[in-house]
């Protein structure tokens, strides 16, 4: 069966006054009992020492009451290692419950996701730039074509002018178009590939 103390009980079996232990009921550091009001002392002397900070810790061989020097390659180091790995723990959990509240909320998305979503408009950008030689070149060819054509005109005679562009190879014009183009789409991408920006 628990055994249940008064504040002033576990005071002196601690060896702190009154005050401290109120100062750690306060803080939570030790709890009292909801139904006796009173400290059980079987789980909060535990919770005592292990949340305790040892340098408010009295030395009661001086008769002044003065604190007591911590032997720093002893206790003192194992207390403040423990005390920074809750504080570390503490932290951690508190940026973990933010990054869940920012998740929830749509400020945060999935890493994965954005990965997903970049390859594919990378994928997207990386095609149009490659389909660009076959949509153009038959465009070319017949700008190309028409502008030969109004020379043509210009300078011989009609019957003479329709007897060059009869022999003018349309599918060629296209081919040139389609080189060209695809030289230029490859320089593209791989200006993209180092990160130039367009």
């Known amino acids: 069966m628990p055994e249940f103390v008064s504040i002033r009980e576990f005071a002196r ?16 550091r030790i709890m009292r009992d909801p139904d006796t009001g009173k400290i059980n002392w079987d789980t ?43 504080q570390t723990k503490a932290v951690f959990e508190a940026k973990l419950k933010q990054l ?21 408009f990378g994928k997207q950008v990386r095609d149009s730039v490659l389909t660009i030689p076959e949509r153009v070149g038959a465009i070319y060819a017949a700008q190309v074509t028409e502008n030969i054509k109004q020379i043509l005109d ?5 019957k003479l002018a329709q007897a060059v562009l009869d022999e003018i190879d349309q599918k ?27």
């Open 154 to 158: 210009k300078t011989l005679s009609p």
């Open 44 to 86: 909060q002397q535990r919770a005592w020492y292990e949340n305790r900070n040892p340098n408010m810790d009295r030395d009661h061989n001086d008769p002044n009451g003065r604190r007591a020097k911590i032997n720093q390659g002893s206790e003192g180091d194992i207390v403040n290692t423990i005390a920074k790995a809750k």
């Open 172 to 198: 060629e014009f296209e081919n040139i178009a389609r080189r060209v183009w695809a030289n230029e789409s490859r320089i593209v991408l791989e200006a993209i590939e180092r990160g130039a920006k367009l």
């Open 13 to 28: 079996r601690v060896q702190v006054s009154d005050a401290a232990v109120k100062n750690a009921i306060d803080a939570g």
């Open 100 to 120: 869940e509240y920012e998740e929830k909320s749509g400020k945060l998305i999935e890493k994965d996701f954005v990965k997903s979503v970049v390859f594919r």
